[in-house]
């Protein structure tokens, strides 16, 4: 009881700072509505920056894992993560269509599927 009582008094205490937070978060999601194409290039270009770093770090987990195989499935894993994030993020508008043809199917699925 009392961990639920220490978060909730954090929360009452910074009450404006939070309120801020979600107008902000309003606003932008009313912008985001209004330009999709924008918005779109952001996210793809969100996700090359994250595919990237994952790229570098599964490099540098290559050199630590415990046999040669596992090892140069991790760098070859990297490389390959590190290609992808730089392409997402030479090419957005590309990355954009990429990312729509890898979604729209899984989407129908699971949209369809009640």
């Known amino acids: 009881m009392a961990d639920s009582q220490g978060w909730v008094s954090e929360a009452r205490s ?11 978060q309003i606003i932008v999601g009313i912008m985001a509505l209004g330009s999709p194409l924008i918005t779109g290039v952001g996210i793809v270009m969100l996700i090359g920056i994250m595919i990237l770093v994952a790229g570098i770090v599964r ?26 994030g730089g392409y997402l993020l030479s090419r957005p508008g590309a990355g954009l269509a990429a990312l729509t043809w890898i979604l729209a199917p899984i989407w129908a699925s699971v949209t369809s599927a009640r």
Do not use: D, Q, Y
């Not at 009450?15 to 902000?24: E, K």
């Open 14 to 24: 910074n009450a404006g700072l939070l309120t801020m937070l979600g107008v902000v």
């Open 59 to 84: 490099l540098f987990g290559a050199f630590k894992c415990g046999s040669f195989r596992s090892g140069v499935l991790a760098l070859l894993g990297g490389l390959v993560a590190i290609v992808v």
